[in-house]
């Protein structure tokens, strides 16, 4: 954190306000998500990773973490492994999603295409 500390500056009462105006416009919409696209903040929804991860699912049988370290380093979201973790879930629960060899650590469970 203190290596940013150079790029601090105020910002005005009208920025700040701004600011403010911007983020109770994002939570009126009361989204589960927000994501910042083209540095603007938004509101999306839960699945907005989803066609990124799908486009990442090998062709064979693979390892979560396999997939969760394409997705991240493909496209460098700046978000936690653990979200796309919970993604990947839900694409199990769907039956998008097959599990081929269940493992307590679900980072090794290994799976392939529903």
């Known amino acids: 954190f203190a290596h940013y500390l150079h790029l601090e500056?105020?910002?005005t009462p009208t920025v700040r306000q701004a600011m403010a105006e911007e983020w109770?416009?994002?939570m009126d919409e009361n989204a589960p998500l927000r994501v910042v696209i083209n540095g603007r903040l938004h509101s999306?929804?839960?699945?907005f990773y989803d066609?990124?991860?799908?486009?990442?699912?090998?062709?064979?049988s693979f390892?979560?973490?396999?997939l969760i370290g394409r997705v991240?380093?493909?496209n460098q979201f700046g978000i936690a492994d653990g979200f796309i973790a919970q993604r990947i879930q839900q694409m199990?629960?769907?039956?998008?999603?097959?599990?081929?060899?269940?493992n307590s650590?679900?980072?090794?469970?290994?799976?392939?295409?529903?």
Do not use: C, H, M, W
């Open 9 to 11: 500056t105020e910002i």
């Open 24 to 26: 109770q416009a994002l």
């Open 44 to 47: 999306a929804d839960a699945d």
């Open 51 to 60: 066609n990124f991860i799908r486009r990442e699912i090998p062709k064979d």
């Open 63 to 66: 390892r979560v973490a396999q």
């Open 72 to 74: 991240l380093a493909k």
């Open 92 to 102: 199990i629960e769907s039956g998008e999603l097959k599990v081929i060899s269940s």
């Open 105 to 114: 650590a679900f980072y090794a469970t290994v799976l392939s295409k529903g």
